[in-house]
């Protein structure tokens, strides 16, 4: 099949057959479709786009382009969390040693941020020590002896979605709902999953801004996902105002020991919760959500999932001075600096994006993939959306290099809060 003969195809409106995605992802891995001839179908693709045969086709293809995580010498069910990435967002630091303390393996490939949106793997580097590389055979043997084991994708996992994304990136073919479903789902099939959960994040600090948009998404994916032969579910899930306090690698780390340790109160926590409470149904472990969220729950406010992720960080490389005095243990910035209200009134508005961005600016996060990040800076928020505000009330801490960069970080968090004269209703998490 040439190239040139499914670029027509697609070009023209048509529907492809199995064999021709099959042979384009193939040509995609083995060369023999040259980067331009992949733009072109990409470009043809977005502006045509594809039907959920054709993604689900996409998918597999893409899934089955290079190593595929073995996971069975392990207990079943193997069930995966995946965000589609947010500001704050830490849950599945807590959403995973929930999992394994409910008795399912917890098996996870992570990436790193780009742009607002941070990623596990960055987090978790934060903590001296943490091994984020582990090969696919010390993953296996690990969650064969502790149920749990995360690490960052390996290079041959996947491989035609990396030459495909870099070539979005640089074509303006990154948002197109078929392209992202078939990136996302390839990655979780090729990390060996069967159950899958997905938080869809919604709002100023995630990819799909609008509840339609996200909605959309989050319908794709699990159309996608079961034609493609998984179990998966989809909440869509605030992100205009950033998950919990904490917004920075370490500062995240040190808030999900928080939530691992404090109970049930924290947002994150009432997150891993519902997550987790859906995944256990699907997984078939219980009759259903509500019972999930009961037993995932029961698992957090025990001590059970914090003993989890106690052993998880050990066997990764971590200290067990963590769990005793995180501060003295993560990194900590020099400076700080502390954003105030400028008048009374209801917190109406806590915008995602632009904290996110500060954090970016801080050095916290990344504007191309190969740069280098600081983990110790970033934002703290001591107020939630539909707080009550006293006029100079503290409203946010900046953590920074110097005195210069927080206080130029502060400035632009200023109009990140917006108050409001009249109460305000608190955002729910879950919103679908
Ligand atoms: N995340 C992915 O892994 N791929 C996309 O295309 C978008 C978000």
Same mark, same amino acid.
Request: glycine share 12%; net charge negative.
């Given at each position: 099949m040439f190239p040139q003969e499914i670029i027509r195809h697609k070009r023209d409106g048509q529907a492809h057959s199995p064999e021709q995605i099959q042979a384009l992802i193939q040509g995609a891995v083995d060369g023999s479709f040259s980067p331009d001839q992949l733009a072109a179908w990409l470009m043809a693709a977005y502006l045509r786009g594809l039907d959920s045969a054709e993604t689900s086709a996409l998918t597999l293809a893409m899934a089955a382009s290079g190593e595929r995580l073995d996971l069975s010498s392990l207990p079943r069910p193997w069930v995966d969390k995946h965000s589609t990435g947010g500001v704050g967002d830490k849950t599945t630091l807590v959403a995973l040693p929930i999992l394994a303390a409910c008795g399912v393996t917890a098996v996870k490939m992570s990436g790193r941020g780009l742009g607002i949106t941070g990623g596990t793997i960055d987090k978790l580097q934060a903590?001296? +020590?943490?091994?984020?590389?582990?090969s696919p055979a010390e993953m296996v043997a690990q969650a064969g002896r502790i149920g749990i084991a995360l690490s960052g994708q390996t290079p041959n996992l996947a491989p035609a979605d990396k030459i495909l994304y870099a070539l979005r990136d640089a074509t303006a073919t990154v948002d197109s709902l078929p392209l992202i479903v078939a990136s996302i789902l390839s990655k979780k099939i090729a990390g060996g999953a069967e159950v899958v959960v997905l938080d869809v994040k919604c709002g100023r600090g995630a990819f799909m801004r609008s509840l339609p948009e996200a909605v959309a998404l989050g319908k794709a994916l699990v159309t996608v996902g079961r034609e493609s032969g998984l179990r998966i579910s989809a909440l869509v899930t605030?992100?205009?105002?950033?998950? +919990?306090?904490a917004v920075g690698n370490a500062l995240e780390v040190r808030e999900a020991i928080g939530a691992l340790m404090g109970g049930y109160q924290d947002p994150v926590a009432r997150l891993s919760v519902s997550l987790i409470g859906e995944a256990l149904a699907l997984a078939g472990v219980v009759s259903d959500r509500s019972a999930g969220e009961d037993r995932a729950r029961e698992a957090l406010t025990s001590g059970a999932a914090l003993r989890k992720a106690q052993e998880w960080f050990a066997a990764q490389g971590a200290s067990d001075a963590l769990w005793e005095d995180p501060d003295a243990v993560l990194p900590r910035a020099p400076a700080t600096c502390r954003v105030f209200a400028h008048q009374e009134g209801w917190m109406g508005q806590i915008d995602a994006g632009i904290i996110g961005q500060a954090v970016v600016n801080l050095g916290g996060g990344r504007r191309r993939k190969e740069d280098a990040i600081d983990p110790s800076v970033g934002v703290v928020v001591h107020v939630e959306v539909g707080d009550e505000i006293a006029d100079n009330e503290p409203l946010a801490t900046v953590h920074a290099r110097t005195d210069a960069e927080a206080e130029a970080a502060a400035r632009a968090l200023s109009e990140a809060f917006s108050i409001a004269p009249d109460p305000v209703a608190p955002r729910p998490l879950v919103l679908g």
């Open positions: 903590i001296p +020590g943490f091994r984020t590389d582990l605030d992100m205009d105002q950033p998950l +919990g306090a």
